[in-house]
C-alpha cells in the first residue's frame, strides 16, 4: 500500500505534467500584484516577448489562462466558420479529441485515418488537398507531438504538402507536448496557429496554453465567423500591445514563466532539444534491451518527450496488463507513469522523459520501469538499464547533436 508520506520525490514520470523545478516554484510563491499597474505591466511586456522565442516566431503569441484544450477550441474559433470543411489526421488520442471538438463546434471535420502507430502522411494530405479544386478545406491541423503514441510528424513536410498541392488552407499546429522540448519553428515552417500549454516542455503547472499566429491567421480571424468571446483574440493582442490583458490573467503563473523562458534560454533551446533527443534515445535502448516493442514504427517520427511501450503477450497471445505494472510501479516505487488512453487502453504504457529532467532522473526512471516488470511479473530481459547507462556514458556532458 503507498504510503501516505513516502519518503523521497515522487517521480511524475508521465508525459506531462513534467515535474516543476524547484527554481520555477520559488519563482510563483510571490505575492500577486495589481495586473493594472507598472510592476505587472514589466512582467507582462517581459512574457509576451521571451515566449516568442521558444515558439521561434516574430509574430503575437497570445497566452490564455486555460488548459491546453482551451486553445484548441481558440485557434478553431478565431480562424474558422460554422461549416468549413478542416482536414484533420489522426495520428492518436489526441488528434481525435481535437477532431471531437471541430465537430461540436460546428465545422465539417473530415479525418484521415490512422493507426496510432505513425504520423501525419503529407503525401495523403497532399493527395486530398489535390482533390479539393474549390479550396473547401479552410485548414489542415496535425498534433506535432502525439502525447499518446509518442510519435512526432514531421510538420515541415506537411507544410511542403500544401504548398505543392498549391492549396490556401491555414496550417494548424498542436505543439502542446513538444514546445521546449522537440525543434518546433513556427515561421519558418510557415504555420498559421501554433497550440500549447504550459504544463509540458515550459515545466510549469497546468494552467496557461497558447495561440502563436501567423499575418495569415490573424487575416483570417478578421472573417471567421465561429462564435467567440472570451477567446477572441483581437482585444487580447489589443491590450497586449502595453503589456496587460483584458481580463484578470493568471499573474502567478506567468511568474512560472518569465522564469521558465530565462531557464530555456540559459541551457540554450538547442541544448533543450539535443538533451530530450539523448534521453529518449537511451530510453529506446532499454525498451530494445528488455525485448520488447516501441509503440511508434517509423525511426524516423521516434518522440524526444516520451517512450510509448506495448506489453509483452502470454502464452494465449493477451498483453500483460499495463495498468496492473503501472500500479506495481506506483505503489513499490512512487513513481507515477502514463496509461494508455482509448484504444491503448491497459496494452501500452508511457515513459515520459521530459522537461526538467537529466541523465540520472532517466537512471532512476528506468530503473524503476525495470524493476516494477521484475515486481509484477512481467516477462522481460534483464539488462534494459544498463543499456541505457551505456548510450548515456558513451554520449556523457555532450547533448548536442549525439541523439
Ligand atoms: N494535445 C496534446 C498533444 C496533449 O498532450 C494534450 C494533453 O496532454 C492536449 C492536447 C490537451 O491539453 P489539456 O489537457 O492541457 O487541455
Given amino acids: 500500500k503507498l504510503n501516505s508520506h513516502p519518503a523521497g520525490r515522487h517521480f511524475l514520470q508521465i508525459?506531462?505534467?513534467?515535474?516543476?523545478?524547484?527554481?520555477?516554484?520559488?519563482?510563483?510563491?510571490?505575492?500577486?500584484i495589481d495586473h493594472r499597474g507598472p510592476e505587472f505591466q514589466a512582467l507582462g511586456k517581459k512574457v509576451l516577448a521571451d515566449i516568442k522565442t521558444i515558439f521561434q516566431t516574430a509574430n503575437p503569441v497570445v497566452i490564455y489562462p486555460a488548459s491546453g484544450t482551451g486553445a484548441w477550441e481558440a485557434a478553431l474559433v478565431n480562424t474558422l466558420s460554422p461549416g468549413d470543411t478542416v482536414l484533420m489526421v489522426e495520428t492518436g488520442h489526441f488528434a481525435t479529441l481535437w477532431k471531437k471538438m471541430a465537430d461540436k463546434l460546428g465545422l465539417n471535420a473530415e479525418f484521415l485515418g490512422g493507426d496510432w502507430r505513425r504520423g501525419a502522411d503529407a503525401a495523403?494530405?497532399?493527395?486530398?488537398?489535390?482533390?479539393?479544386?474549390?479550396h473547401k478545406i479552410k485548414a489542415v491541423c496535425v498534433v506535432h507531438n502525439e502525447t499518446s503514441t509518442g510519435v512526432t510528424s514531421d510538420i515541415p513536410a506537411v507544410r511542403r504538402a500544401i504548398d505543392k498541392a498549391n492549396h490556401p488552407a491555414l496550417l494548424l499546429v498542436d505543439t502542446i507536448s513538444s514546445l521546449g522540448s522537440i525543434d518546433y519553428r513556427h515561421d519558418e515552417w510557415g504555420v498559421d496557429v501554433t497550440v500549447s500549454g504550459s504544463q509540458k516542455g515550459l515545466m510549469l503547472p497546468p494552467g496557461l496554453s497558447f495561440n502563436a499566429v501567423s499575418d495569415k491567421a490573424i487575416a483570417a480571424s478578421q472573417r471567421?465567423?465561429?462564435s467567440k468571446a472570451y477567446w477572441?483574440?483581437?482585444?487580447?493582442?489589443e491590450a497586449n500591445k502595453n503589456g496587460f490583458w483584458p481580463y484578470t490573467p493568471a499573474t502567478n503563473l506567468l511568474y512560472g514563466?518569465?522564469?521558465?523562458?530565462?531557464?530555456?534560454?540559459?541551457?540554450?533551446?538547442?541544448?533543450?532539444?539535443?538533451?530530450?533527443?539523448?534521453?529518449a534515445a537511451a530510453t529506446r535502448e532499454a525498451v530494445k534491451a528488455w525485448g520488447m516493442e516501441i509503440l511508434c514504427?517509423?525511426?524516423a517520427e521516434y518522440s524526444g518527450v516520451l517512450t510509448a511501450v506495448v506489453m509483452p503477450r502470454d502464452a494465449s497471445g493477451q498483453h500483460y496488463n499495463a495498468d496492473a505494472f503501472r500500479k506495481a510501479v506506483?505503489?513499490?516505487?512512487?513513481?507515477?507513469?502514463?496509461?494508455?488512453?482509448?484504444?491503448l487502453s491497459g496494452w501500452v504504457f508511457r515513459i515520459g522523459h521530459l522537461g526538467d529532467f537529466n541523465d540520472l532522473t532517466l537512471m532512476g526512471t528506468l530503473a524503476g520501469v525495470e524493476m516494477g516488470f521484475e515486481v509484477a511479473g512481467v516477462p522481460h530481459q534483464k539488462g534494459g538499464v544498463l543499456a541505457a547507462m551505456k548510450h548515456l556514458t558513451a554520449t556523457a556532458g555532450n547533448n548536442e547533436k549525439l541523439a
Avoid at 15 to 32: E, Q
Avoid at 124 to 134: F, G, N
Avoid at 258 to 278: I, K
Fill in 257 to 279: 514563466l518569465s522564469e521558465a523562458c530565462d531557464m530555456l534560454a540559459e541551457e540554450g533551446l538547442q541544448n533543450v532539444f539535443a538533451r530530450h533527443q539523448r534521453h
Fill in 297 to 299: 514504427q517509423n525511426p
Fill in 15 to 32: 508525459p506531462g505534467p513534467s515535474t516543476v523545478p524547484d527554481r520555477i516554484l520559488r519563482a510563483m510563491d510571490y505575492p500577486t
Fill in 232 to 237: 477572441g483574440w483581437g482585444e487580447i493582442l
Fill in 224 to 226: 471567421a465567423g465561429l
Fill in 330 to 343: 506506483l505503489e513499490n516505487f512512487n513513481m507515477s507513469l502514463g496509461q494508455g488512453l482509448t484504444k
Fill in 124 to 134: 495523403q494530405i497532399e493527395a486530398r488537398l489535390a482533390e479539393d479544386k474549390e
